[in-house]
């Protein structure tokens, strides 16, 4: 199988602009220091070409890039606001300007900054993303905000060293037989219960705990749904129910121009072509252009995943094709990387999901890329599968763990 790939969509990534040669070839040094992390050289070259050409639009979304590396976000958003003034229909720019917004602590603004660029562009997947991205960082907060949270005895040295040293006593043959299988199972259906009932709960079907068991409550209300879309009301949970709750989700978001534009059912079949080809994508397929038409590049992905995976599905664009892929996506969680609650902590050190669940903790949230868990203390943990992600995260986590550690101090020295 290919290289599997994950992107975390939080991040500032592209300019967004077509640009002539001659503009590219002028800020080709200053985009070069960026790639090179070389962000203060980066920036002086801007500013001399800006000298020039001070309105000029290439010039100044690479600016405003470099000042959010700098983490100079003040700077930053001020150059996205200017650009959204001249050029208000541009979606990159909405989505950059909320990237930099959530990397400032100013959740709410972010938030309607991406939004508004799904209202510009409602496939905009990088703003779709990223607007996951940041409930799941903002839920994040409020986790650790009800657990008893402390920096100083709960840090990322020591939650490693704990689960290091009840490693060394583990017999390594029977954990990975008997431990492993077992809890990645059951992991794999708690997630995929917590999910439908977050899905079923939007859409008004469920009212209940989200708690990632299976009840009476949750298998009236997966009926409920199956019957309101005219499917076998069995009650039963899959990856591909899951498919269909996100699809009636989804629904909901479909504007007035769309519905003039294509038939429900159209919007629905690109609709779900598209989320098969960025799941091909994201599992390291070429799934050709992922604009939710079926092309040759597509079959010829899906036909590899088939084989890949032992799939005897025989429809290629289905939600049971979806569900195939989505489950792909889940069981590909291999290590992980632990999101510091303190600055000195550092992206580095991985520890896989399993030995997490071995050591007392319960996944509670789960987002692709990164879980939430639960320790049996009642502590929070957030656990992403790449230094790049884990970074990332950091960045948009620090003002709300800034606060957080600042209130701390503030209690232990009125004591």
Known sequence: MKKIIFIFFLGIFCLG????????????????????????????????????????????????????????????????????????????????????????????????????ALHLMNNYRSAHKNIDALKFATDYVKFLKKSTYSPDLYSKTSIIKSILDARSNIDTKTYKQVNSDICNKLVESQMLIRQIQTGLARLGYYKGKIDGTFHKTIKNAIQEFQSSRHIKDNGFVSWELLARIQNAIDEKKINDVQKKQLTLTQINTRRLTQKIQHGLYDLGYDPGPQNGMENENTLKALSKFKNDYNIQEKANISFEMSGHIMKALYQIQG?????????????????????????????????????????????????????????????????????????????????
């Open 17 to 116: 602009f077509l640009v002539n040669r001659t503009e590219a070839s002028l800020l080709k040094t200053a985009a070069s220091f960026r790639k090179s992390h070389q962000f203060k050289k980066a920036i002086d070259e801007i500013e001399r070409y800006l000298q020039k050409s001070p309105n000029d639009r290439n010039g100044l979304f690479l600016k405003g890039l470099v000042l959010a590396d700098l983490e100079r976000y003040t700077e930053s958003i001020k150059i996205f606001e200017q650009l959204i003034k001249a050029y208000p229909a541009t979606p990159e720019l909405y989505n950059n300007l909320g990237t930099v917004l959530a990397y400032s602590g100013k959740y709410e603004n972010s938030q309607k900054a991406f939004q508004k």
């Open 335 to 415: 290590k992980w990387t632990m999101v510091p609650l303190i600055p000195s902590d550092l992206c580095t050190h991985y520890v896989p999901l399993i030995e997490y669940i071995n050591n007392g903790y319960k996944p509670i949230l789960y987002i692709g890329y990164g879980t939430i868990l639960k320790h049996k203390t009642g502590n929070f943990i957030m656990i992403v599968n790449t230094p790049t992600a884990c970074q990332d995260m950091k960045k948009l986590l620090r003002p709300s763990l800034d606060t957080l550690n600042e209130g701390l101090k503030k209690a232990v020295q009125k004591k």
